[in-house]
């Protein structure tokens, strides 16, 4: 037998805090603990009921709130977090992408989420160059080779390359 996608994350309990989902106040609300409910009535579903989030291929938990998909953890940090900062990335804390405790969320940029992930859980986060690499990019680029060309070499998307060759990124690198 197949197993399901859908799994709530974390048992409801008595220490579960619920607070409305931002832009859906009144269908919707989300627990520190990670579950999101329907506040209302509609087809199908019950006040109160939780929703079952899909686990989608990047392994962060979802939910479609009226039909938008909607990471589960972003609902959770804007709801129990700084909503002043809700620009920013969400961070899981432990990097398991699936504990979307409000204990282990935080707003971070982008940046310190792309380094959180590379030094603090030693991942290797493709399209991360140097400044030498990046030298080495436009040096190449002059001498007539195809940005194509470059961005299978350095196994990153053409429009990465595109960028750095006509200095949209990386201004201050000669």
């Given at each position: 037998?197949?197993?399901?996608?859908?799994?709530?994350?974390?048992?409801?309990?008595?220490?579960?805090?619920?607070?409305?989902?931002?832009?859906f106040?009144?269908q919707?609300?989300?627990?520190?603990l990670?579950n999101?409910?329907?506040?209302?009535?509609?087809?199908?579903?019950?006040?109160?009921?939780?929703?079952?989030?899909?686990?989608?291929?990047?392994?962060?938990?979802?939910?479609?709130?009226?039909?938008?998909?909607?990471?589960?953890?972003?609902?959770?940090?804007?709801?129990?977090?700084?909503?002043?900062?809700?620009h920013?990335?969400v961070?899981?804390?432990?990097?398991?992408?699936?504990?979307?405790?409000?204990?282990?969320?935080?707003?971070?940029?982008?940046?310190?989420n792309m380094?959180?992930?590379?030094?603090?859980?030693?991942?290797?986060?493709?399209?991360?160059?140097?400044?030498?690499?990046?030298?080495?990019?436009?040096?190449?680029?002059?001498r007539?080779?195809?940005?194509?060309?470059?961005?299978?070499r350095?196994?990153?998307?053409?429009?990465?390359?595109?960028?750095?060759v006509h200095?949209?990124?990386?201004?201050?690198?000669?």
């Open positions: 037998m197949a197993r399901s996608k859908h799994i709530i994350t974390r048992p409801i309990g008595d220490n579960e805090e619920w607070r409305p989902v931002v832009d106040e009144v919707y609300s989300v627990s520190n990670g999101v409910r329907r506040e209302g009535r509609a087809r199908s579903t019950y006040p109160g009921r939780p929703l079952k989030p899909h686990l989608g291929n990047a392994g962060y938990y979802t939910v479609a709130l009226r039909g938008r998909t909607t990471l589960v953890h972003r609902l959770v940090a804007e709801a129990f977090l700084e909503p002043e900062k809700r920013l990335d961070n899981h804390k432990n990097g398991n992408p699936t504990d979307n405790r409000v204990d282990n969320l935080e707003f971070v940029t982008h940046a310190e380094g959180h992930a590379r030094f603090t859980l030693g991942r290797k986060m493709r399209g991360i160059f140097t400044p030498e690499q990046v030298k080495e990019i436009r040096a190449e680029f002059a007539g080779v195809r940005q194509v060309e470059l961005a299978s350095y196994g990153v998307k053409f429009h990465v390359i595109h960028r750095i200095r949209l990124v990386w201004k201050d690198v000669d």
